[in-house]
């Protein structure tokens, strides 16, 4: 079994008494290309695990402190919104959205939240994010092939019937 870091290792989630943080950080740490962030009620970024940059694109400092709603593509911004939300007796959700990288280049991400670990009485929201930019290519080119011919790239019947 693999071993809970210390409470204090977390560098950007700050440990509380109940180890909740250290228990998010290992997390983070034992499943590779996801993220982990925390967000208050109003939906700033309190604090983001040390994988953000790796799946977001983007600087963790640069981040914390903004709305995660400003971070992702406007047109995804209502998802965000609707994600962070604590409706009565909502405990999970999840959304996929875009974020737009420095590079120009955007990253689509998933994002599950869940009910907050820190004994706080739910203000805020505990998430995990990951990358399925790779993931949504293969989905369309999956579709892609299903649609066309292989050999031609002329649409096949399946497309054909689609479209009537």
Request: net charge negative; glycine share 10%.
């Amino acid at each position: 079994m693999a071993q809970l870091p210390e409470p204090g290792l977390a560098k950007r989630i700050p440990a509380t008494g109940d180890q909740s943080a250290a228990v998010l950080e290992w997390l983070g740490a034992a499943v590779p290309g996801f993220t982990l962030f925390r967000a208050h009620a109003d939906g700033t970024l309190a604090s983001v695990s040390d994988t953000w940059q790796a799946v977001t694109g983007l600087e963790p400092e640069a981040c914390i402190g903004r709305l995660l709603a400003d971070l992702v593509d406007p047109r995804d911004r209502v998802r965000v919104e609707r994600l962070l939300e604590r409706g009565a007796g909502a405990s999970s959700g999840e959304a996929r959205f875009s974020i737009p990288g420095p590079d120009g280049e955007g990253r689509l991400v998933m994002a599950m939240r869940g009910p907050d670990l820190s004994g706080d009485h739910g203000r805020d929201v505990v998430g995990i994010m990951r990358d399925v930019t790779a993931e949504r290519a293969i989905e369309r080119q999956l579709a892609a092939a299903y649609s066309y011919d292989m050999l031609t790239s002329i649409p096949n019947r399946t497309l054909f019937m689609d479209r009537l």
